[in-house]
Structure formats: structure tokens, C-alpha cells
């Protein structure tokens, strides 16, 4: 149920900035097309949106186990092995993107209290930065839930994320 909710907000939020990229991209060309005219803070706009894609992302690719797999070796390691390297790995996912959350927090905090923003949009930065912390944190929970799962619950064509 959780795994359903997870991947039903996260891909919802992708998606949604996903097809809005796409639109606001559609309707900045027409405009510098058929008006002359680019659609102001169309930039701004699209990378703020694509923090939202990329960051929704991670925890969904995480709780798959698509991330970038070398296993060109763990057809010669044992079981026992196996069993270790999944855990280290997930460890040490759990304490990098738990750590970059932390770190980005702190950042957007100190954004916040600054009242940063865009350029042209003035959209505060503090928001989307903090968005970034909670599915680092999302996703550092999500492998520290998986240190304890047998590599052989992983589905085919799966491995340890690396």
C-alpha cells in the first residue's frame, strides 16, 4: 500500500511537471514563431520544473532498483556475498542522499531567510530546494528499508544499485 501511494504521488508530481515543460515549451515556441515574442521566464520556468521531474524520480527508481547496476561479477560470488554487498550498498545509499537532504535543508532555509529568487519570475527558490531535501529523504529511507532485503527478492533484470 505504501509502495502504491509512493509511486502514485511521485510519478503524479513528474508527470504533471513533465506535461507542463512540454506545454509551456509548445506555447513559447508558437509564440516566438507567430509573435516575435518568447514567453517571459519561460527558462526559469522549465528549470524549476525539471528540478520537480528529476527529483520525484529518484525515490521511484530507488524502491525499483533501476539505478545503474554493475553485476558483471556477482555470478562468482556466494550467496553470503551477495547478501553483504546489498546491504553495504544500501547503507551507503541511506547515509549519501540522507546526508545531501540534510545539507539541502539547511540550504533552504538559509534561502528562505534570504528571500531568494529567480530573476525575472521572482519565484521564491527555497520551496523547489526543499522539495529536493524531502525525496532525498524520502529516498535515503527507502534504502535504508531495503538493507535487509535478500538480493533474490529483486525482480529480474535487477541488482544492487551502485
Known amino acids: 500500500m505504501l509502495n502504491k501511494l509512493l509511486e502514485w504521488i511521485c510519478g503524479l508530481m513528474g508527470a504533471v511537471a513533465l506535461f507542463a515543460i512540454m506545454a509551456l515549451t509548445f506555447f513559447d515556441v508558437g ?11 519561460s527558462l526559469e520556468l522549465t528549470e524549476l520544473l525539471m528540478v520537480v521531474v528529476i ?26 556475498a551477495k547478501k553483504v554487498q546489498n546491504a553495504l550498498v544500501h547503507l551507503l545509499c541511506a547515509a549519501n542522499m540522507l546526508g545531501l537532504a540534510y545539507l539541502m535543508w539547511k540550504l533552504g532555509v538559509d ?26 529523504a524520502l529516498t535515503g529511507f527507502l ?4 538493507v535487509t532485503k535478500p538480493p533474490t527478492e529483486l525482480a529480474e ?5 551502485l
Open 31 to 41: 509564440a516566438r514563431k507567430l509573435l516575435s515574442n518568447s514567453i517571459t521566464g
Open 55 to 80: 527529483f520525484s524520480a529518484i525515490p521511484l527508481v530507488s524502491q525499483r532498483g533501476e539505478h545503474v547496476v554493475f553485476d558483471s561479477l556477482d555470478g562468482l560470488w556466494s550467496t553470503w
Open 111 to 136: 534561502i528562505a531567510a534570504q528571500h531568494e529568487t529567480t530573476a525575472q519570475l521572482k519565484i521564491a527558490k527555497a520551496p523547489f530546494i526543499q522539495l529536493m531535501a524531502l525525496m532525498c
Open 143 to 146: 534504502h535504508l528499508g531495503m
Open 157 to 161: 533484470g535487477e541488482g544492487v544499485a
